[in-house]
Nanobody, 126 residues
Framework: QVQLVESGGGSVQSGGSLRLSCVAS????????MAWFRQAPGKEREGVAA???????TYAASVKGRFSISKDGAESPLYLQMNNLIPEDTAMYYC????????????????????WGQGTQVTVSS
């Protein structure tokens, strides 16, 4: 069973940066799809950024040019570098994983992930 643990959240002012990390327990996985989702109070969960084991990435339009997802091979943690943060980025951020290399067009769909972390809070003040 896969266990995911996020870290790196915090409280920053508008324009600041954070880097989130997601560590998967257990053995190294050669095939995977992993993503960051976020959910603000009263709102639905939103796909933010995703990557698969082919190295393909996709981003929500609202974070393009500001966020960058990376994973340096199966053994590496998943990262989300968040720059130029704005208050609208405030949310609980969740790491998600599936042990298949999904097509990039599916990577931001919540239904394609069966492993989820507990979340890490990101708060951006103006």
């Amino acid at each position: 069973q896969v266990q995911l643990v996020e870290s790196g959240g915090g409280s920053v002012q508008s324009g600041g940066s954070l880097r989130l990390s997601c560590v998967a327990s257990g053995y190294t996985y050669s095939k995977y799809s992993m993503a960051w989702f976020r959910q603000a109070p009263g709102k639905e969960r939103e796909g933010v950024a995703a990557i698969n084991s082919d190295g393909r990435t996709t981003y929500a339009a609202s974070v393009k040019g500001r966020f960058s997802i990376s994973k340096d091979g199966a053994e590496s943690p998943l990262y989300l570098q968040m720059n130029n943060l704005i208050p609208e980025d405030t949310a609980m951020y969740y790491c998600a994983a599936d042990l298949r290399c999904r097509d990039w067009r599916l990577l931001l769909s919540t239904g394609n992930y069966n492993y989820w972390g507990q979340g890490t809070q990101v708060t951006v003040s103006s």
